[in-house]
């Protein structure tokens, strides 16, 4: 059974899709499946004539990661809080491209003027818009290489076993006197 947590059967052979979700959470990996399936194939028949040249599928890209990031946070399906963490800032990256990208189209497209790029994004150019986007997502990638350095420290600092009853760091030395686990 899946909520207890056994390894029977089926429960067990599926063990990867379940193990790093909440009980409760168990289905969570068939939502993220439909969510990569949407923005990846799916989105492509969205205006299929002029949709590589209109803004309108960064549009609903930028929509379906930001209302899953929203309910990321909010469900928080993941088992412990470094994996939900991670997840969610994946989102928070994956909806800064989007956001980069549409900033990027509005600027470079030839029926909008510079001073139209400037009055919807407040960019004066699209190769401003361009330097902006790169250091937005070079400081997205950095953010994130910081959070995993950080996590990284603290995991290594923290005692990685501790007694149930007392909650102290076990001594795990044996005295000299000890040979074979016997005085």
């Known amino acids: 059974d899946i909520r207890k947590r056994r390894d029977d059967g089926l429960a067990g052979s599926t063990?990867?899709?379940?193990?790093d979700?909440?009980?409760?959470?168990f289905f969570w990996e068939v939502v993220e499946t439909y969510r990569k399936l949407v923005l990846v194939s799916f989105i492509v028949f969205v205006d299929i004539d002029h949709g590589s040249n209109k803004v309108l599928r960064l549009a609903i890209?930028?929509?379906?990661?930001?209302?899953?990031?929203v309910v990321l946070a909010?469900?928080?399906?993941m088992r412990d809080v470094p994996s939900h963490n991670f997840?969610?800032?994946?989102?928070?990256?994956l909806l800064a491209c989007f956001v980069c990208g549409s900033v990027i189209k509005l600027?470079?497209?030839?029926?909008?003027?510079?001073?139209?790029?400037?009055?919807?994004?407040?960019?004066?150019?699209p190769v401003q818009a361009t330097f902006i986007v790169v250091g937005a997502c070079a400081a997205t990638l950095l953010a994130g290489l910081a959070a995993v350095a950080w996590q990284v420290t603290t995991a290594a600092r923290r005692p990685t076993l501790r007694l149930a009853k007392t909650g102290e760091e076990p001594i795990l030395t044996?005295?000299?006197?000890?040979?074979?686990?016997?005085p």
């Open 174 to 182: 044996l005295p000299a006197t000890c040979h074979s686990g016997t």
């Open 15 to 19: 063990r990867f899709l379940w193990n």
């Open 61 to 69: 890209g930028t929509f379906i990661t930001g209302a899953y990031a």
């Open 74 to 77: 909010t469900c928080h399906p």
């Open 107 to 125: 600027c470079e497209d030839d029926a909008y003027l510079e001073e139209d790029c400037f009055s919807l994004v407040g960019i004066a150019s």
């Open 87 to 93: 997840a969610l800032a994946a989102q928070l990256v």
């Open 21 to 25: 979700y909440s009980p409760q959470f």
